[in-house]
């Protein structure tokens, strides 16, 4: 009986282990596939084959948002009202909503910005986020944890 109360109490502890930040690849379906990649010099944009650039610290701010930093750059993805990726030194206020898709991809979309996503085109270049939908296959991404 005493160790049937332990083990509820510590399923229902009030401070549940939490997850520190995952380093993944994000893949697009666009085109013949590509994984996204943050370069130190500051642009952004898809390669066929990962490269050390590819690897991505995603880390959880709250349920359903989202931080993206380059792992070997140091650099955080933001997007801007007019729908233009940067990047960033710091994580200032740009978050991304993280939203998983019927067809199980996922879709990174301006917080602060709604309607902007972020997309790739069929060539791996950054296509501007406002002029895309959630349902286009340019802004499907597979989170993947191995190349």
Known sequence: RVEADRAADQCSSPHPIREGPKQQLLYCRVGIGYHLQILPNGS???????????????FAIKHGVVGIKGVKSGLYLCMSGQGLLYLSLNLISEQHSENLEENHYTTYSSLSHPGIYLALSHKGDLR???SVGRHQSCTHFLPRRTP
């Open 44 to 58: 952004v944009g898809g390669v066929h084959k990962p490269t050390e650039y590819s690897w991505l610290k995603m």
């Open 128 to 130: 501007k986020g406002s």
